[in-house]
């Protein structure tokens, strides 16, 4: 053991955490569009538009009220305003979202709350276009 360097391992907690550059906090109101070329994570309210050049962070406690532009949206919070996604929307249970969503990938979890219609779009498979307007809860289907 003396004298040998251990190995570090592939992938440490830092480089799996994704780094955010904006926070918008539990009780802060911004009024107006935002524009952050990073990561952004909101725990308070924005009334307006949401332009992020990588990921959107919405905590339970977030509210947006505007049009959302992301690479990636992770929703817990509440949205009400359209969603433009390149990558992977996820609506977790606490989530609410009101509008229209174009994404990549879409998942919603049990119990989360989405009124509006989705259109996927992928590259390589074709497009497909449908409308949620229910309450997603176990055994509940979607219209």
Known sequence: MLGKQQ?????TAS???????TIIGPGAVFDGNLNAPETTRVDGVINGNCNCG??????????????ITAQ???????????????GKLELYSTGKLVGNVTARSLVID?????????SMAAS???????SVSDEISSGTEAE
């Open 72 to 86: 990636n949206v992770t929703i817990s919070g509440n949205v009400e305003g359209d969603v433009m996604v390149h």
């Open 15 to 21: 480089d799996i955490q994704t780094k955010i550059s």
């Open 110 to 118: 049990e119990d989360a709350y989405f009124d509006g219609r989705c």
């Open 54 to 67: 990588q990921n959107l962070i919405l905590g339970p406690e977030g509210r947006i009220k505007g049009n």
């Open 124 to 130: 390589s498979a074709p497009s497909a276009d449908f």
């Open 7 to 11: 190995k570090k391992p592939a992938s």
